[in-house]
């Protein structure tokens, strides 16, 4: 009888599972993701957190909808808006969240601080370190400030000796920083390998679920900006949060891409400072802080994440190209939409954008998707090919299709009683919008139904 295999081939994308190599994952079909690790083990997937996570092992039974009870979610409330707003409110007990960001960005000091809030409040608190010392630690959180006795640190890797702490204190909230760095002896593979991270995460589940305990798990990226290790890692926990920003600027983004407690639309924004990350209650202010006044290019629209509007400013550089390939630069906005945004212009409006080259930013570093900022990017891309300065005063806000018709966009209200809010005067919306908008009389609003009546008001106030 044949011997079994050790070891078997994962795809890091989607977890598949198979006895031989292949180029090409058979059920994803993404290429070169299929690496060795160590075969799951039936036995060892039976014993896994046994001794903590006990009440797994119950007999399995079917129940119907009728026999399920339901009730309000039991939450732990930090005490950071920020940071409570993007989980959907809080903390629920027993979830598994992992958090990823560049290395710098300030994830360890994110959790710190949390702790330190939770800590206040009587909530037990285990942070778990495998990148740091003890020493290291104290350094970071004397930056922050006080700590009591509810918080305690630990400085392991080994997730057996991780489980025996676990069961002694049985803390409400535990943080794990970070993944990589943990193993299990069980397994024979490196730190940080696929298998390493895919059985320490499924442990971690297990406990979570079992003990009720709310388990945050930092999470390194790769240089493509995803979490390093095996994509069905972000399938296993109940939720993703990116943090988010330039690591030698001062701005930090908190995004949820995955939450299975609430919105996933919902940001959180910090700044950070000598004394850790500070909230930042006013996102828009803060992004139009610095904004010139009398320079072309420049056009504020605005953006809505989750239920927060926020107001952001669209810079375009167009400048005339030496080269047969004119540059192309987007930083914060996706790249394909404004070669298409560009395209219309030439098409629909004809200008030669072709013998130039096109640098688009949103400044303060924002990362924005939705297609509501379409119209403001076209009228700073004609404000700098015109070298027309558009008025400070003004927002605009509407979605640009291929035939250069602006389209309306959800919570259009919203978005002009921010840009109200925030003394704009004026706001350039799709004239679809304008009947949603009657009641709203302390604005002078431009109803557009192209991007040439836009650019003819560009034009106007211009001169």
Known sequence: MAKARDTSFFCKECGYESAKWAGQCPSCRAWNT????????????????????????????????????????ERIITGMEEFDRVLGNGIIKGSLVLVGGDPGIGKSTLLTQVCRELSSKGTEVLYISGEESLSQIKLRADRIGDFNGHMKLLCETDMDAIEK???????QVCI???IQTMFRPDVASAPGSTGQVRESTNLLMQWAKGLGIAIFVVGHVTKEGVVAGPR???????????????AHGAYRILRGVKNRFGSTNEIGVFEMRSTGLTQVPNPSEYMLTGRPLDTS????SCSMEGTRPILAEIQA???????????????GVEFNRINILIAVLEKRLGY???????????????????????????????????DVVVPADVMAVGEVGLSGEVRNVNQIESRVREAVKMGFTECIVPASSMNA???????????????????????????
Do not use: W
Request: with cysteine; charged share 25%; hydrophobic share 40%.
């Open 232 to 246: 069905m890692l972000e399938h296993m926990v109940d939720t993703v949060l990116y943090f988010e920003g330039d």
């Open 165 to 171: 702490v676990l069961t002694e204190l049985k803390p």
């Open 352 to 386: 030669h954008m072709s013998e130039c080259d096109v640098y688009v930013n949103v400044a303060g570093g924002m990362r924005v998707s939705e297609t509501a900022l379409d119209l403001a990017i076209v009228l700073a891309l004609a404000s700098g090919y015109m």
């Open 317 to 331: 550089l167009v400048a005339r190209s030496g080269l047969n390939n004119p540059r192309r630069s987007a930083s």
């Open 34 to 73: 299929m690496v060795e690790a160590p075969a799951s083990s039936a036995k060892g997937l039976r014993n896994a957190g046994r001794g903590i996570g006990g009440g797994l092992l119950r007999e399995a039974k079917a129940y119907t909808m009728a026999e399920i009870k339901t009730g309000e979610e």
């Open 437 to 463: 908008l009657r009641k709203m009389t302390n604005v002078k609003l431009h109803g557009v139904s192209n991007v040439s009546e836009a650019i003819g008001l560009l034009r106007k106030d211009g001169k």
């Open 176 to 178: 794990i920083d970070s």
């Open 297 to 300: 290019g420049s056009v504020v």
